[in-house]
């Protein structure tokens, strides 16, 4: 089927990856009907097989043993009229997806691919959605969130959201009208910020940057100066910062 392709880098392995990838979430997504059909149950055991050149095919397994790749999910055929049309999809995806890693690490066990090597290639992989994600929707809905999180990266200090950006309508600014000066919005921002200084370097606030306020001594610190993430900040019910934490602790 692919006599003789084999991909020797870091950078091959993942083209390789991308490529078969894409096919297969074509079969999944675009070519959907198609595929359906050719998955009959009356048929031998099916595979799905995603190629470099992102097409796609149903067929028989492999019959050298052991194959020259490892060799997709058997059977997928079976299954599909015994259970939901998109529960059956979702359950190839996921094969899908440890067939398309399998045949990556392959690769990479097979050129020697030192733990540097490996751990790259699975950064590379792991940084797109998987077959899963995207034939589920999940993946459009985690990029909603990212964006979502990203348009508000001031924000959400804790479970009271207790941070500059939804301070902002109370005690650091005022309701800003939405319909006039539209422009003129972030300026103003920066400006009724700027006297609000770090307790822990002393610099002024920046609207692009996440801050967390004590609930002790009420000051604001740059989450990076208290070594405070966003996502570290959305469990914490009430924030010390060090300079309390350490009064606290004196008898």
């Given at each position: 089927m692919e006599a003789g392709y084999n991909p020797r880098t870091v950078e091959e392995v993942f083209r390789d990856f991308k490529g078969r990838r894409a096919g297969l979430i074509k079969a999944l997504t675009t070519d959907v009907e198609e595929f359906f059909?050719?998955?009959?149950?009356?048929?031998?055991?099916?595979?799905?097989?995603g190629f470099p050149s992102e097409q796609?095919?149903?067929?028989?397994?492999?019959?050298?043993?052991?194959p020259e790749l490892p060799e997709p999910a058997l059977g997928i055929n079976f299954a599909r009229d015994g259970m939901q049309e998109k529960e059956w999809l979702s359950?190839?995806?996921?094969?899908s997806d440890a067939w398309l890693l399998a045949v990556a690490f392959y690769f990479g066990a097979r050129f020697g691919f030192d733990k540097a090597d490996r751990k790259r290639l699975f950064n590379m992989i792991n940084d797109l959605p998987t077959v899963f994600e995207v034939v589920t929707g999940a993946a459009k809905k985690q990029q909603k969130?990212?964006?979502s999180v990203s348009n508000h990266s001031s924000s959400k200090s804790k479970s009271n959201?207790?941070?500059l950006a939804s301070e902002s309508q109370g005690k650091y600014s005022k309701p800003q009208p939405k319909d006039e000066d539209d422009e003129g919005l972030d300026e103003e921002e920066d400006e009724e910020h700027g006297d609000t200084l770090c307790g822990a370097c002393g610099d002024n606030y920046a609207s692009d940057e996440f801050w967390i306020c004590c609930d002790i001594c009420e000051k604001w610190f740059h989450g990076k100066c208290v070594k405070i993430t966003p996502a570290r900040a959305e469990h914490i019910k009430?924030?010390?910062?060090?300079?309390?934490s350490n009064k606290r602790?004196?008898?």
């Open positions: 059909q050719q998955c009959d149950p009356e048929k031998e055991n099916l595979c799905l097989y796609w095919e149903v067929n028989l397994p492999a019959e050298e043993v052991p359950l190839v995806a996921v094969h969130e990212k964006s959201s207790k941070s009430q924030y010390k910062c060090p300079s309390c602790v004196r008898p």
